[in-house]
């Protein structure tokens, strides 16, 4: 173990275990030849690679409704889930790379930048090389997290997991008064606000909570200061992305909204089975989701150990509400229309339980580590249980096994399970068809010709006699569509047809008319915006370099 340690301190050995390990894990549910595991979301964030890949193929580099989607009515995708880590799987596509092999390639990525941050969060733990290998394999093979990659197959969650570890290294760092280094803090901020909304609200709640917990130590000019320029640095780089999503939400109303699919007082469970699915590591159902055995049987132990010895009381406290949280204790219901309802599953805690509880036993107030081979002894069972859990995983759902043929012709109607950014007024079931998509409009009240309906364009002749006349596109409305007439004609700017949730405009004239989508003046500042404030985070790296011995 020690000659093992010592190699691992040279960055190629440990590099090239975390890539080997990225990998093995991912294989461990694709063994079975010609045919990939896949549940849950993996068909809409296939298609998200899809709709970025086309969208770079016609020059849109930032494209924010993704006409790829539903046939070509469009799905603001890229508007609401940020897309920017998905640029190297889109980059693969257009090189050729077939869909299967693009979208493992990505969940290892994935797998490799959460070992690696998590490793650079336990560095500046101050774990040494042995605690900081515990630390992170335990965070990395947590049931939950292996229940995200294997059964929900949540990339964007994933994506904001990468981050959370080096969130708790800092707020542990301000807590003693270290505070230089606050645009780590940022860095891993901006990390999860370029991942996944949800992911960002959680991680702003546990940082609220950590922070109230631990008041005394924050309460000082320096750790203020600070944290409000990490503050300001993280909204200013993902500004370009939420001020778009807001200024949507404002406009309009969306199916999230008013129809959601999922009620979060009705995702949580019994604690007793909570309990039991977590002592026995369950393959993730819905009824079945827990924390894992290695986490649970941590929980236990540090709660007992630290509430006898006062030590770490506020993480600790954190873990068990958040535990709890996810129990039917909780008053989910009383809070159901409150911003808290956009947890949607309480059990997302998991992630965070976890990561509290891998910190608990890498610090190893108890000792345990110091006992000969118990180190060892803890990293074949994480392996062991590992190996079990993708098996047990694939044998309980054999149907979700699909040949390599099927990733290549995936619907581009499937835009996951909720349809949560759809406009509220569209009937989805009554779009999903391969019918070619029509103009609606009163042939007694205007002529069409010349019709060419594409992806991104729905372009026509008209002639209306001098009369309004309105027309609907087959275009899902999002605020940013414009319209352009050449000849002596008429358009007013597209707006929301209320029968169906599509894009109307009212005509006037005679004319040729184009129709698409452009970035609003919201979306332009507020792209520059972050612009601005990416080119300050690069200023203060090379500052950084410049005064460091």
Not at 127 to 144: A, E, G, P, R
Not at 165 to 179: A, H, I, Q, R
Not at 449 to 475: Q, R, Y
């Amino acid at each position: 173990m020690n000659n093992l340690m010592q190699k691992l301190n040279q960055k190629r050995y440990l590099y090239s275990i975390f890539l080997l390990i990225s990998i093995l894990v991912v294989l461990l549910v694709n063994w079975h030849p010609g045919y990939a595991f896949s549940t849950g979301d993996y068909r809409f964030h296939i298609n998200r690679i899809g709709a970025l890949t086309t969208s770079i193929q016609h020059f849109n580099f930032l494209p924010k409704v993704d006409e790829y989607f539903a046939g070509g009515y469009g799905y603001a995708a890229s508007l609401f889930y940020p897309d920017i880590f998905l640029y190297p799987a889109a980059i693969l596509r257009l090189l050729g790379v077939p869909v299967l092999v693009t979208y493992l390639l990505t969940q290892v990525g994935i797998n490799f930048f959460t070992l690696f941050i998590t490793y650079i969060a336990g560095k500046r733990l101050n774990f040494s090389t042995k605690n900081n290998l515990i630390f992170t394999f335990i965070y990395f093979l947590s049931t939950y997290r292996l229940q995200v990659l294997y059964s929900r197959q949540d990339l964007g969650e994933l994506m904001g997991m990468i981050f959370f570890p080096l969130v708790l290294s800092e707020l542990l760092k301000f807590k003693k008064g270290d505070t230089n280094e606050w645009y780590i803090f940022s860095f891993a901020m901006i990390g999860i606000g370029l991942s996944h909304l949800i992911s960002l609200f959680m991680i702003l709640c546990f940082c609220v909570l950590f922070v109230l917990l631990n008041i005394k130590y924050f309460w000082n000019k320096n750790a203020i200061r600070n944290i409000l320029k990490a503050a300001g640095l993280t909204i200013g780089i993902v500004f370009g992305i939420y001020a778009p999503i807001l200024e949507q939400m404002i406009s309009q109303d969306f199916t999230v909204s008013t129809d959601p699919l999922i009620r979060i007082y009705e995702e949580t469970q019994p604690l007793t089975e909570l309990v039991a699915h977590s002592f026995s590591n369950q393959v993730f159902h819905a009824g079945t989701v827990n924390i894992g055995f290695v986490i649970f049987i941590g929980l236990v132990v540090y709660t007992i150990y630290n509430f006898i010895k006062c030590k770490n009381i506020s993480l600790t406290l954190i873990a068990l509400f958040l535990f709890i949280s996810c129990t039917q204790f909780f008053p989910w219901y009383s809070i159901r229309n409150s911003i808290f309802a956009s947890f949607q599953f309480p059990w997302r805690f998991f992630s965070l339980i976890s990561l509290i509880v891998a910190y608990f036993i890498a610090n190893d107030d108890l000792n345990l580590f110091k006992i000969k081979y118990a180190t060892t002894a803890l990293m074949v069972g994480l392996m062991g249980l590992t190996v079990a859990f993708a098996q047990f995983t694939t044998q309980a759902s054999p149907w979700r096994m699909n040949q390599y043929s099927t990733y290549n012709n995936i619907s581009t109607y499937l835009i996951g399970a909720g349809h949560e950014y759809l406009p509220c007024e569209i009937n989805y079931n009554e779009i999903k068809t391969d019918e070619p998509r029509l103009l609606g409009y009163d042939s007694t009240d205007v002529s069409v010709s010349h019709k060419e309906i594409t992806n991104n364009n729905v372009k026509f002749s008209f002639n209306t006699k001098n009369k309004d006349a309105k027309v609907v596109l087959p275009l899902f409305f999002y605020k940013g569509y414009q319209a352009k007439v050449t000849g002596t004609g008429s358009s007013t700017t597209p707006v929301l047809n209320n029968d169906n949730g599509q894009t109307k405009i009212y005509l006037n004239g005679s004319g040729t008319v184009s129709v698409q989508y452009h970035y609003t003046t919201v979306q332009k500042l507020s792209l520059t915006v972050s612009l601005i404030s990416t080119l300050y985070c690069f200023f203060i790296i090379w500052r950084r370099k410049q005064t460091m011995p």
